[in-house]
């Protein structure tokens, strides 16, 4: 096994909503808890991303945009992530569920890895085994925070 993007995504089945369930987190949402991520398809071309949060110990909810961009030329695992432009940020699926339940979006280099679900959790076993997937592969996974939905 080896840290690369899944081939073949259905965008269309991709877009909708994801609880971000556990995550090694990049500095911007380093302290954010409660994660969801509403992706819509624009054009087929790309996704506008609309993130929903609570920072670590506040009641109040913030929310930030940002898009996601698919390249025809690379597998479709194989998208860009855009929060402030002109700057783009590897985002990679390396799993995805056939029923589109759960993804894990990881880096080219292993930095981050988000653990995503269409539901505020996941059966326990699966998350062990994705962890474990993920280990394997050469993510830190004793470096992953639950985002406390």
Same mark, same amino acid.
């Given at each position: 096994?080896?840290n690369?993007?899944v081939?073949i995504?259905?965008?269309?089945a991709?877009a $909708? /909503? ?8 990049t #500095?911007?949402d380093?302290n954010? +808890?409660?994660?969801i ?6 054009e087929d071309?790309h996704f506008e991303?609309?993130?929903?949060y609570?920072?670590? $110990? /506040? ?6 945009k940002?898009k #996601?961009?698919f390249?025809?030329? +690379?597998?479709d695992?194989d998208?860009?992530?855009q929060?402030l ?7 990679w ?5 056939d029923?589109?339940s759960y993804?894990?979006?990881g880096?080219?280099?292993?930095k981050?890895l988000?653990i ?7 059966e326990?076993?699966l998350?062990?085994?994705i962890i474990e ?6 993510y830190d ?5 639950s985002q406390?939905?």
């Amino acid at each position: 096994m080896e840290n690369q993007p899944v081939n073949i995504i259905d965008h269309s089945a991709f877009a $909708g /909503k994801w609880y971000s369930l556990y995550s090694i987190p990049t #500095l911007l949402d380093k302290n954010w +808890k409660q994660t969801i991520e509403n992706y819509t398809l624009v054009e087929d071309d790309h996704f506008e991303v609309l993130t929903t949060y609570h920072k670590d $110990g /506040k009641p109040e909810g913030k929310s930030i945009k940002s898009k #996601l961009f698919f390249d025809e030329h +690379k597998p479709d695992g194989d998208m860009k992530a855009q929060f402030l432009w002109p700057f783009k940020i590897g985002y990679w699926v390396i799993e995805l569920a056939d029923d589109y339940s759960y993804v894990v979006v990881g880096h080219p280099e292993e930095k981050y890895l988000f653990i995503m679900a269409r539901e505020p959790k996941i059966e326990p076993e699966l998350l062990r085994d994705i962890i474990e997937r993920c280990r394997k592969i050469g993510y830190d996974t004793g470096s992953l925070v639950s985002q406390e939905h």
